[in-house]
Nanobody
Framework: QVQLVESGGGLVQAGGSLRLSCAAS????????MGWYRQVPGKQRELVAA???????NYPDSVKGRFTISRDNAKNSVYLQMNSLKPEDTAVYFC???????????????WGQGTQVTVSS
């Protein structure tokens, strides 16, 4: 059993900052890529930031230069530092991780429960 638990969401004014955290726990052998996605009602979930096991990151143009993803492999955790927030960043943010639960298993994706980020204008 694997769980991803997010924290750090909330309400912030435009131009402000928030830091999201996500910790994976349970039966974990190794974690490959980790990432953050967001979703607003009526729209598809979209990638916000990703980081692979080697620390290489990937961002869409909409957040590039404002958001920074990082990970702490010793803590099975991933973080998202969000600066210069805009009202259009308002969404539920989800943590995702590709996790192997044993040596000979294939990695599968796990999701957190989501955390609300609201940016007021």
């Amino acid at each position: 059993q694997v769980q991803l638990v997010e924290s750090g969401g909330g309400l912030v004014q435009a131009g402000g900052s928030l830091r999201l955290s996500c910790a994976a726990s349970g039966s974990i052998f190794s974690i490959n890529a980790m990432g953050w996605y967001r979703q607003v009602p009526g729209k598809q979930r979209e990638l916000v930031a990703a980081i692979n096991s080697g620390g290489i990151t990937n961002y869409p143009d909409s957040v590039k230069g404002r958001f920074t993803i990082s990970r702490d492999n010793a803590k099975n955790s991933v973080y998202l530092q969000m600066n210069s927030l805009k009202p259009e960043d308002t969404a539920v943010y989800f943590c995702n991780a590709d996790i192997k639960t044993a040596y000979l298993t294939r990695p599968r994706g796990y999701w957190g429960q989501g955390t609300q980020v609201t940016v007021s204008s």
